[in-house]
């Protein structure tokens, strides 16, 4: 019977028109947990109670049906499972995996390159790699034409044009380039188009992902040593009394009674009754008998007002005692001979206060001079508590209190207002608002650093209950500071101190509520930026919420969640960062998808760059291209063997090499080959990227007049010049150092 939802039935019928009296919840309570039968049995002994006639009784039937049929249990696809793992650690690492998502990816990338790595390590040897020699046989001062200290690559055209033909001679009779060298091998690369638009997008996705990189960084808190600094005194915001929170014991009164029993004066009265019996026991002799004088006494109590708690605690003791007719007084002093009524700001000296209470039995709370029932009720132990929070606990022994304790650090300061305003909230969270009594008060005032004047808890131990507290409990004192803060709204005059530490206590407050839950929460909206404001410049005062909000390692919870995911846990800073990116993209989960996507682009074009010799051979690759194979910019070396034909034909001894490439780009060389059996020209930063296979590779100008053709049409590193035929008779011009400042000018061949 448990599976029907009996309150969403009843609200279901007085939707329908049913009307409910007392009478009938009651009823139908008693028939619901009495009956003991089928469910779909239990609407016909439901039905008699409020159904008048026919109608009532089918539309009873039919809203019953929608709330007792159990719905069909959802199909279940068998799923083959590890019989080592259990469901819970499954669940658990897909949960984790899915939320580090980068991690995964970083960790993929770092596996792809260090694989990538070792396979070059271990097949460098069989790679082909060569290396451009410097010409041995050609002279020191070679140059190209234009005297230039070294050949210079010149602006490419990439146009498409043949190379400058050859004069019409037979095939015996042509000079000719030879290739000796080893063939240039093809590289794989990433295709300039696929790098840009995977570049492009993956920057454009991680710009819109503002969170990652948010519009301004906030500046996180300094390193502080909490053991250099403090926070101020308690300052003077008025609060309203509290003493009503306090829960009575009954105890108190009983104290009040013993208290007040008479005690014997240093005066003496003839005791009547006890003087005939003695003076009869005298055989009539007269005996008399004397007693002192017994009277009520009176109780004066003097406080320490510095101290906020104690002053508070005792002050509440001497109320509650007088409430149950003990004749108690009490002043507040600050340490010194000057005694102030409650209430009253005239101060009265020692004398004063023994001519108005000569005879009042002293209570003085801090020298143990106290009352013995009240040390027997409470066990009143003075002796100071180790400030180790483990040890409190313990001496508290009592979560509850513990808690409330912890919760007392969500203010600056040691306020009695605060403290019960705090606890009350507190317990009722916790369900034991009983617990607020005057003995949890009694032993928390025996901490030692509870019990000192200053009203200041140690930044350390401030610290140390903050991480203690528990999340519920801190919202609940979090709010209660606030309503504590407006009860001083028309009294603080703005401009003082105490008005600057109000507003500063609102912001702070504001922005822990609003920063746990920013869709309930918007009320404190206002003041959680202006907290912000105050925290990027570094103006917040109170060093320990500002250690604690920074939480800089992680090391213990806080109320702040993330802006974009509410259940994940973030420093102050976090939050400020991705609050100021909601500024842009509203939407966390839009977010998210462009950080994930600009991190898939990045590592995509990763992948390229380590596995592109893998890539390149696909099918994938060749319908989307990401991949070419292509010749690398490199070096070519041409031998030119110095025969008497080269002589004959060249007068002087400069020879100007000129490498014209398949893209009619011309690299230039002025060679000396006097005293030579042959000269190298090299030519470095050659462009072989874009050929086409069917063209020529290369053709050399000698002296700018005569053009060899290289039949060739891959590259090679090192060609050789043959000079023969007709070649030999042609006179090539005279070109010396200096005479010509442009030997190869870069026009364009028809």
């Not at 528990?470 to 105490?498: F, M, Q, V, W, Y």
């Not at 202006?530 to 500002?546: E, G, N, Q, S």
Request: net charge neutral.
């Amino acid at each position: 019977m448990t599976s029907i939802a009996f309150d969403a039935l009843l609200s279901a019928m007085q939707r329908e028109g049913f009307l409910l009296s007392p009478s009938d919840y009651v009823e139908f309570t008693a028939v619901f947990n009495q009956f003991r039968g089928s469910r779909g049995d239990l609407k016909y002994h439901l039905a008699p109670i409020l159904c008048r006639n026919r109608e009532d009784q089918q539309k009873f039937y039919a809203i019953y049906d929608r709330y007792a049929t159990p719905p069909p249990p959802p199909k279940v696809r068998p799923q083959i499972t590890n019989p080592y793992v259990t469901e819970k650690t499954a669940t658990w690492f897909l949960r984790r995996a899915s939320r580090q998502y980068f991690a995964w990816v970083i960790f993929i990338s770092l596996l792809a390159f260090v694989a990538q790595t070792i396979r070059y390590y271990i097949n460098k040897d069989r790679f082909h790699a060569f290396t451009v020699i410097a010409p041995l046989d050609t002279t020191a001062s070679a140059q190209p034409a234009d005297t230039t200290p070294a050949p210079t690559r010149p602006r490419h055209k990439f146009v498409v044009k043949s190379l400058k033909p050859a004069q019409a001679r037979g095939p015996e009779d042509k000079s000719t380039l030879i290739a000796t060298g080893p063939e240039v091998e093809k590289e794989n690369r990433v295709h300039s188009s696929a790098f840009a638009w995977l570049f492009v997008l993956g920057l454009a996705s991680l710009c819109l992902s503002v969170s990652f990189f948010p519009l301004r960084k906030s500046r996180s808190r300094p390193h502080t040593d909490i053991d250099s600094r403090g926070d101020h005194g308690p300052l003077d915001i008025p609060f309203q009394p509290k003493d009503k929170l306090i829960q009575p014991l009954s105890i108190l009164a009983r104290i009040a009674r013993d208290i007040a029993q008479p005690i014997p004066t240093d005066h003496y009265r003839l005791e009547i009754n006890a003087t005939i019996r003695e003076s009869i026991n005298a055989y009539g002799f007269l005996t008399p008998v004397y007693a002192h004088v017994e009277r009520r006494p009176e109780w004066l109590v003097l406080i320490d007002r510095r101290n906020p708690l104690k002053a508070g605690l005792y002050a509440y003791l001497c109320r509650t005692l007088s409430n149950y007719s003990l004749p108690i007084y009490y002043y507040y002093h600050d340490g010194d001979n000057r005694y102030y009524s409650e209430g009253s700001n005239i101060a009265i000296n020692n004398y004063q206060l023994g001519q108005r209470h000569g005879d009042a039995q002293l209570i003085d709370f801090e020298t143990q001079e106290i009352p013995d029932p009240l040390t027997t009720a409470f066990n009143f132990d003075l002796s100071t508590r180790t400030t180790d929070i483990e040890n409190i606990r313990a001496f508290l022994d009592d979560e509850d209190i513990f808690q409330w304790l912890c919760a007392i650090a969500v203010y600056p300061t040691v306020r009695w207002e605060v403290v019960l305003a705090v606890g009350a909230s507190v317990l009722k969270e916790r369900k034991a608002t009983h617990k607020l009594n005057f003995g949890s008060l009694l032993k928390l005032s025996q901490i030692d650093w509870l019990a000192t004047n200053t009203g200041i808890i140690p930044t350390n131990i401030r610290l140390d209950l903050l991480k203690a507290l528990g999340l519920p409990e801190e919202l609940a004192a979090r709010r209660t500071i606030l309503d504590l803060l407006k009860e001083s709204d028309d009294i603080i005059i703005a401009g003082t101190a105490a008005f600057e530490e109000k507003i500063h206590q609102v912001h702070t407050q504001s922005f822990i509520l609003f920063a746990h839950d920013t869709r309930r929460n918007t009320t404190f909206e206002a003041g959680a930026r202006k907290f912000m404001t105050d925290w990027d410049r570094r103006h917040a005062p109170d060093l320990a919420t500002v250690l604690y909000l920074t939480n800089p390692d992680s090391l213990w919870s806080t109320p702040i969640r993330s802006a974009e995911d509410p259940a994940k846990a973030a420093s102050a800073d976090r939050f400020i960062n991705e609050l100021l990116a909601l500024k842009v993209i509203a939407d966390p989960r839009i977010r998210a998808l462009f950080r994930n996507l600009s991190a898939t682009l990045f590592f995509i074009l990763l992948l390229l760059y380590l596995f592109k010799d893998e890539i390149q051979p696909t099918a994938l690759n060749r319908s989307l291209g990401f991949v070419t194979r292509d010749y690398p910019t490199g070096a070519l070396t041409v031998n030119i063997p110095v025969t008497p034909c080269l002589r004959q034909m060249t007068p002087g001894h400069y020879l100007l090499v000129t490498l014209n490439n398949y893209d009619n780009n011309r690299y230039a060389q002025l060679l000396d080959f006097d005293d030579r059996d042959t000269v190298k020209a090299t030519f470095t930063g050659i462009t072989m990227t874009g050929k086409d296979t069917s063209q020529q590779a290369i053709q050399l100008i000698l002296n700018k007049t005569l053009t060899i053709d290289c039949p060739a049409k891959p590259y090679y590193t090192t060609y050789t010049l043959l000079l023969k035929g007709d070649d030999c008779d042609t006179k090539l011009p005279r070109i010396t150092p200096g005479s010509d400042r442009h030997p190869a000018p870069h026009t364009l061949q028809q």
